[in-house]
């Protein structure tokens, strides 16, 4: 398609809000002509869903769950008095809570303002948390965030020590929605077992955002913690940004809440128009069914022109691929759908995998996010004429030319700049878009059974590890991992129990040794000392 051609597919196919400032551009994704008046019917009966979805239905039928997250920027949307009372409520006590702590008249004890603020969750309860941190962060915030976000003993050594001697002023936010997962667990015991040694009482310094009457709700009770905020099962972990999961970690570092909340109201009702062209979101939904056959068939490369949109991939992987990563669709019949996403930002990523990108394996579509303004104020020229924003804009434009020369597909998000009211806008424009496209191939995006079988897997690995310990402790000869199963009658698990040693052996934690051979699985092992 020559140039003219192209400008002419460009301005058809063009979304614009001038409220939001947010432009989709679709025209170097190759859908034929007749795509969108063939996929209209579908489209209409996924906006239908969507309408009774936030009407109150009961769209996660797996769990037998409403979806409400769109309730939570919009209370009169919710379908009862009391639940659009709770998130009135909610959103209030958030901001009075953060306030207090910002004006000091919520301290840590002996007065001690907090300055920082440390976040303890994983999926849901951290990826969030942690892209809104990154993406709104500025010197000036009013608490420093830090996150805990893994069970990874040494990540959490790393943390604790940037923090320091900074324990006493640090706020700990523990943020889980069962109130169970493990992770988060041991990242609280880890944390309380940091203030201990610092000898701080680590309730005076605690908040937990949880479902009521969970584990970690009656911890957080029973010890006395600051303060409890609740999560709701009508939102999901991956779509519980503009829930108290998000608002109050980005509200206590001092970002504007209400502007995260106003911009994806604002892109609610954009993507709630049921003429496709006007529907960013359903535009969005339908490239990914063109780009993916509807089956997953490429990858999505989220590539954000923006430092501050690093995060947004990893936030985006949760959302998507725990949305739509599932065996079978509504009608329980296998399908194995998904769509994978990667990428991080440009133009770093051109000198990382834009060249597979530009030849190699055509497997793929790339989500470009362009952000208008480059900075606050002016940039110096790097050459005449020449400011290193130009440059990144070039290289922008330069790539989706160079793709689209070789027949590799792009769409084009383009926000104004990056503010509290646009990460509102590019949150609710892809909890929407994953949405529509699973109601597109018949998917419940709103449940992960997938996530429980490595949970249990786990279970067994711990129960198998105190067996081998168990034994070695009992004395005896250094054994092989294969004398050791067979000694406890686990014969069939010796390569778990290999593993486990070998772990174990690692550390000094469980007092084992190993008497290390070749090849290495014919080392033995025994107590240490
Ligand atoms: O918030 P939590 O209950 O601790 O759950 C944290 C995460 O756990 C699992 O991985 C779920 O699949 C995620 O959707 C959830 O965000």
Not at 18 to 42: C, H, I, W
Not at 225 to 242: K, N, Y
Not at 283 to 297: N, P
Request: charged share 20%; glycine share 10%; with cysteine.
């Amino acid at each position: 398609m020559n140039a003219p051609a192209l400008w002419q597919r460009y301005r058809k196919h063009l979304f614009h809000d001038p409220e939001t400032g947010l432009m989709l551009d679709v025209s170097r994704m190759n859908f034929p002509d007749d795509f969108l008046a063939r996929m209209e019917p579908a489209m209409q009966r996924a906006y239908a869903e969507m309408e009774n979805l936030e009407r109150g239905a009961i769209a996660n039928l797996d769990e037998n769950r409403m979806v409400g997250h769109y309730w939570l920027r919009d209370p009169s949307l919710a379908p009862s008095e009391e639940i659009a009372a709770e998130i009135v409520e909610t959103v209030a006590r958030v901001k009075e809570f953060a306030a207090g702590i910002h004006g000091g008249t919520i301290t840590a004890p002996g007065g001690t303002r907090f300055r920082r603020l440390l976040v303890i969750g994983i999926g849901g309860s951290a990826l969030g948390p942690q892209f809104v941190a990154d993406a709104l962060g500025t010197a000036a915030d009013r608490l420093e965030p830090h996150f805990f976000d893994n069970t990874d003993p040494d990540g959490m050594d790393r943390v604790l020590a940037r923090l320091g001697n900074g324990l006493a002023e640090t706020l700990t936010v523990v943020i889980s929605k069962s109130g169970g997962t493990k992770e988060t667990r041991s990242g609280m015991l880890e944390a309380q077992d940091a203030y201990r040694r610092a000898g701080l009482d680590f309730h005076r310094h605690a908040m937990a955002v949880t479902g009521a009457g969970s584990e970690l709700d009656r911890t957080a009770t029973e010890a006395g913690w600051l303060a409890r905020f609740p999560m709701w099962d009508w939102v999901g972990g991956r779509t519980s940004e503009t829930s108290a999961v998000g608002l109050l970690p980005a509200a206590l570092q001092g970002i504007d809440i209400d502007g995260i909340l106003a911009g994806a109201r604002q892109c609610d009702a954009l993507t709630r128009r049921r003429t496709t062209a006007t529907n960013p979101a359903a535009l969005l939904a339908l490239m990914w069914h063109h780009a993916t056959g509807g089956r997953g068939t490429r990858d999505m490369v989220i590539l954000p022109y923006k430092d501050r949109l690093l995060l947004f991939s990893r936030y985006l992987q949760q959302l998507v691929m725990e949305s739509l990563g599932k065996e079978r669709d509504r009608t329980g019949t296998v399908v194995n759908q998904g769509i994978a996403v990667y990428g991080n930002k440009g133009s770093t990523d051109q000198h990382a995998y834009v060249q597979q990108l530009r030849e190699g394996i055509n497997n793929f579509f790339v989500t470009f996010v362009e952000v208008l303004r480059d900075r606050d104020g002016k940039s110096l020229e790097v050459e005449p004429g020449v400011t290193s924003g130009d440059y990144l804009s070039g290289f922008f434009q330069g790539t989706r030319a160079a793709l689209h020369e070789n027949g590799r597909e792009s769409l084009t998000i383009t926000i104004p700049e990056v503010s509290p009211a646009t990460i509102g806008v590019l949150i609710a424009l892809f909890e929407r878009a994953v949405g529509l496209y699973a109601a597109l191939t018949d998917i419940n995006a709103y449940h992960q059974p997938g996530v429980e079988a490595g949970k249990k897997a786990a279970g067994v690995v711990l129960k198998l590890q105190a067996e081998v310990i168990a034994h070695l402790q009992g004395g005896g000869e250094p054994a092989t991992a294969d004398e050791i199963a067979a000694a406890i009658g686990r014969d069939v698990e010796v390569e778990a129990v290999f593993h486990i040693l070998l772990h174990a052996a690692a550390n000094p934690d469980h007092g084992v040794r190993i008497f290390a051979a070749e090849p290495l699985f014919q080392s033995q092992f025994g107590t240490a000392g």
